[in-house]
């Protein structure tokens, strides 16, 4: 062993991210006691640079049987670092986390100095990992190439910085589980069939369609989205870098955007000024509050400076018990709900009193109302189009909403979609942040967000729909389990 040990170890990797073989030689070699300098790390196939060495490598390291081995130790944090910066392209990285779970055997908490040389590079490494991660998650773009058996099929292209395309394999799986997708990189390709994920060979842009039908939506949600308000040229630059334009649709709309955001800024201030009508007049007196509901929605009928503009005259009043322990706010009613008179009766309803029963939660025991309490539409012919409300219509139903809690005094409000939840927050909320989890509100009362049912019709792909409905019907769990 002691001959072993004077010699150069060169150890071989199956691929740039054989990172079990990296930990598995790695433990070995720890375990032998052998130092960083004494270690070679490459990859098969790689043309390292550097002089030629041509002096023989000694052998791995093997236990013997009256050997003990020496205990290994690493931090958790360390561990996470090391594996996450064991993605990066630059070749010294194994040499780089061999060394410091080497020097983490005598010195535990390295990684908390953060002058350290090697904790320095580590962290750098580490952070352009996750930068490169959170880019291919948002600059992706799908094109759809077909249908089988029910389930589209779509591919992309995308050029990573570092070697993570198998590791954001799951996110993708989970964000679209419903459709069959392939993602080719230069030095990897992933797929999902509904099933499994396959790990596959790299290739090159031409074996991915360069557009399809989807192009002109991607567009037209881009450009709705684009808010002239808070354009800066450098950030945007910074967090949309040029060199994935060419992969993105909407890339090509940003010119003209930025030509036209200084007549869209005016019209955008302008329409604050209307929305402030309603902000001014949120706060309302404390004192000789409504006693009941049925006084509570009588005053409400009598405000003259409701939002009348585009509006159905007819309020829909919340339903169920004057006491319940579970209270559900959705965003406004729509045109069924504005015909009948009563809160989710629509087909949105209909899949909320499904999920009830899947979830086990007593819809005549449960009470259900909405965060706007008028039908706000855009007529196009016979028909009424539904119309999200704007901030300033939200503030004005805030304290009503409020009310409405006060007096039935559930034990927990769920919020269905973004404007129920700013209804109860009083700002934006990322839904995907805050779902799953029993959040503290207003006055000690605890608020629980999910998505509203609406969204769930809308996705297109009906494996899709039974992904995003299961989770919905967890969530309506959790509330039922809260309460009781």
Not at 24 to 35: K, M, P, S, T
Not at 188 to 195: P, T
Not at 416 to 436: D, E, P, Q, Y
Request: a neutral charge.
């Amino acid at each position: 062993m002691t001959a072993a040990i004077q010699d150069a170890y060169r150890i071989s990797l199956a691929s740039e991210v054989d990172l079990e073989g990296w930990r598995d030689r790695a433990r070995r070699l720890l375990q032998a006691g052998i130092a960083p300098d004494q270690v070679t790390w490459t990859v098969e196939g790689r043309s390292d640079s550097g002089e030629l060495d041509l002096s023989p490598s000694a052998a791995l390291p093997e236990k013997s049987s009256d050997q003990i081995a020496r205990p290994v130790r690493i931090s958790k944090t360390l561990l996470s670092l090391i594996n996450t910066a064991l993605l990066h392209r630059n070749e010294d990285r194994f040499d780089l986390g061999y060394r410091l779970l080497y020097r983490a055997q005598s010195v535990p908490s390295l990684h908390r100095n953060p002058a350290d040389a090697d904790m320095l590079k580590l962290n750098r490494y580490a952070k352009a990992i996750r930068r490169d991660i959170h880019k291919m998650h948002a600059f992706v773009r799908f094109r759809k190439i077909g249908a089988t058996e029910g389930r589209e099929q779509f591919v992309a292209w995308f050029e990573p910085d570092h070697h993570i395309t198998e590791a954001v394999a799951p996110f993708f799986r989970n964000r679209f589980t419903g459709m069959d997708w392939l993602i080719v990189t230069p030095e990897a390709s992933i797929a999902w069939d509904g099933e499994k994920l396959a790990v596959g060979p790299g290739g090159c842009k031409d074996d991915v369609p360069q557009e399809d039908v989807v192009e002109a939506e991607w567009r037209t949600y881009y450009a709705n989205i684009f808010n002239p308000a808070r354009v800066k040229i450098s950030a945007m630059k910074s967090e949309m870098p040029m060199k994935y334009w060419k992969n993105l649709p909407e890339a090509e709309l940003i010119p003209s955007l930025l030509e036209q955001a200084g007549t869209r800024v005016e019209a955008m201030v302008a329409h604050m000024r209307d929305d402030m009508i309603f902000e001014d007049r949120m706060d309302k007196p404390t004192a000789n509050l409504p006693t009941s509901l049925d006084q509570l929605y009588g005053l409400l009928e009598q405000q003259a400076d409701a939002p009348r503009e585009k509006f159905s005259d007819r309020l829909i009043r919340g339903i169920g018990p004057d006491h319940a322990d579970i209270m559900i706010i959705g965003e406004q009613p729509g045109d069924q709900e504005d015909r009948e008179g009563r809160p989710f009766v629509g087909p949105a309803g209909q899949l909320l009193d499904r999920a009830f029963e899947d979830a086990q939660i007593d819809r005549q025991q449960t009470f259900l109302t909405n965060a706007v309490k008028r039908f706000k539409f855009t007529p196009r012919g016979k028909r009424r189009i539904h119309e999200t409300p704007n901030v300033g219509e939200i503030n004005y139903y805030r304290w009503w909403v409020e009310q409405e809690i006060r007096l039935v005094n559930p034990k927990l409000v769920v919020a269905l979609g973004a404007t129920a939840a700013r209804c109860l927050t009083g700002k934006a909320v990322t839904i995907s942040r805050h779902r799953g989890e029993i959040l503290p509100g207003a006055d000690d009362r605890s608020i629980l967000i999910t998505v509203h049912p609406s969204f769930l019709l809308r996705i297109p792909d009906e494996q899709g729909r039974q992904v995003e409905y299961a989770k919905f019907v967890r969530d309506l769990q959790l509330a039922e389990k809260f309460v009781r």
